[in-house]
Antibody, heavy 122, light 107 residues
Framework: QVQLEESGPGLVRPSETLSLTCTVS??????????WSWVRQSPGKGLEWIGY???????SYNPSLESRVSISTDTSKNQFSLRLDSVTAADTAVYYC??????????????WGQGALVTVSS | DIQMTQSPSSLSASVGDRVTITCRAS??????LHWYQQKPGQAPKLLIS???TLQSGVPPRFGGSGSGTEFSLTITGLQPEDFATYFC?????????FGQGTRLELK
């Protein structure tokens, strides 16, 4: 059973960098099965895909965030991380890490972390 | 980006009712459409993939249909645990997008 758990600061100051880590158990970050992803949800709002990283090191990011976001892996710890630069209050959200799995050419989020609330405030 | 529009945004129903939620894509997405259920304070849970494939452990009262640009999620015989928010998600394009959600409330 794949399990994911987010960790990182719950408060980030405006213009600074948001950093979160996702620890994965039950699957290898180096495996071909999943694209390791981040999704966020602003208070009372819908879901926004941030991006993902594959075992090859290839990334894909939401075009609306691409200039500020970076996702990387630490295979020795079976973790992947999110970095979002120059944050504003609009980046306040619950951040989820998730595994993006596939069935044929379909890709869907089949395992999720519990979510980490990050507030951007001075 | 492909825009996903759900309707209605909210829905009131009673236990035992049959309800249908619709998701419309701004362009053709074949069957690359997935449905999630989210309860307050919890992460979303995958219910249906590829428009109609029920995930393991999801009760058969949940059903999905559609292809192209129009999709639906139907719950037949609502149970108390089904009152939640439902989201659709497309994976036709690399830039994944979600619908805005449909909140299903107890009447």
């Amino acid at each position: 059973q794949v399990q994911l758990e987010e960790s990182g600061p719950g408060l980030v100051r405006p213009s600074e960098t948001l950093s979160l880590t996702c620890t994965v158990s039950g699957a290898s970050i180096n495996g071909k099965t999943y694209y390791w992803s981040w999704v966020r949800q602003s208070p009372g709002k819908g879901l926004e895909w941030i991006g993902y990283i594959y075992y090859t090191g290839d990334n894909s990011y939401n075009p609306s965030l691409e200039s500020r976001v970076s996702i990387s892996t630490d295979t020795s710890k079976n973790q992947f991380s999110l970095r979002l630069d120059s944050v504003t209050a609009a980046d306040t959200a619950v951040y989820y890490c998730a595994s993006l799995g596939s069935g044929g050419y379909n890709y869907f989020f089949d395992h999720w972390g519990q979510g980490a609330l990050v507030t951007v405030s001075s | 980006d492909i825009q996903m529009t759900q309707s209605p945004s909210s829905l009131s129903a009673s236990v035992g009712d049959r309800v249908t939620i619709t998701c419309r894509a701004s362009q053709y997405i074949n069957n690359y459409l997935h449905w999630y259920q989210q309860k307050p304070g919890q992460a979303p849970k995958l219910l249906i993939s590829a428009a109609s494939t029920l995930q393991s452990g999801v009760p058969p009262r949940f059903g999905g249909s559609g292809s192209g640009t129009e999709f639906s999620l139907t719950i037949t015989g609502l149970q108390p645990e089904d009152f939640a928010t439902y989201f659709c998600q497309q994976s036709y394009r690399t830039s994944i997008t979600f619908g805005q959600g449909t909140r299903l409330e107890l009447k």
